[in-house]
């Protein structure tokens, strides 16, 4: 089934410590996203791909790096974590071809940082 | 900046009757509105969009939403609500910078009683 593959499903996380979330799509979109998800705040984006090899920062950038060497994935990483971190992670793909802008998400990551 | 509003952090409705989840939207230029939906431990899933053209818009599983230019308002609707349509509605606006950027409403959640 075509889609977006995010890992892990959930991991906890003592503070200080670096980690990477993984996110891998079969549909050849051209754009990538990560969003956070926090109770009464919604999503809010934290970086972005529109193809691979260009990354641009979101709403919440600080503490999160990503890269897009190809197109399927766009892995995103915390270099030292803290528990302001702890959230649900989603990654999102949209093709961005005139007219479709719909994005498809991923099931999500939730991270407990301690 | 773009932004949406979403009033209700929660609306309750009998199953069979109306319902509607309100948004409002703050974004220079012509809007791209979206609605997605999330059940529990699960990701974003796209309901409809308004993009141009007739200002009601039918998207998936029954629902439906208007689009009101004088009011900023995308307000989600379903004629004859059903226990499964209890979940996490989000409004959404599309950075209008060109990128397919959203943003993110915080977020109502639907709570259908039998």
């Known amino acids: 089934i075509a889609g977006i593959t995010q890992a892990p499903t959930s991991q906890i996380l003592a503070a200080g410590r670096r980690m990477t979330l993984r996110c891998t799509q079969d549909?050849?979109?051209?754009?990538m996203y990560w969003y956070r998800q926090d109770l009464g705040l919604g999503l809010r984006l934290i970086h972005y791909s529109n193809t691979a090899g260009t990354t641009g920062k979101g709403e919440v950038p600080d503490g999160y790096s990503v890269s897009r060497a190809n197109t399927d994935d766009f892995p995103l990483t915390l270099a030292s974590a803290v528990p302001s971190q702890t959230s649900v992670y989603f990654c999102a793909s949209s093709d961005l071809r005139p007219g479709a802008n719909v994005l498809t998400f991923g099931a999500g990551s939730r991270l407990t940082v301690l | 900046a773009q932004s949406v509003a979403q009033p209700e952090d929660q609306v309750n409705v009998a199953e069979g009757n109306p319902l509607t989840v309100k948004c409002t939207y703050s974004?220079?230029?012509?809007?791209?509105l979206f609605w997605y939906v999330q059940y529990p431990n699960r990701g974003l899933q796209f309901l409809l969009k308004y993009i141009t053209g007739d200002n009601l818009v039918k998207g998936s599983y029954g629902f439906e939403a208007e689009f009101n230019k004088s009011q900023t308002s995308f307000h989600l609707k379903k004629p004859s609500a059903l226990v499964s349509d209890s979940a996490l509605y989000f409004c959404a606006v599309r950075d209008p910078t060109g990128f397919q950027k959203l943003v993110f409403g915080t977020g109502t959640r639907l709570l259908v009683s039998p």
């Open positions: 549909m050849r979109h051209n754009a």
């Open positions: 974004v220079s230029g012509n809007p791209y």
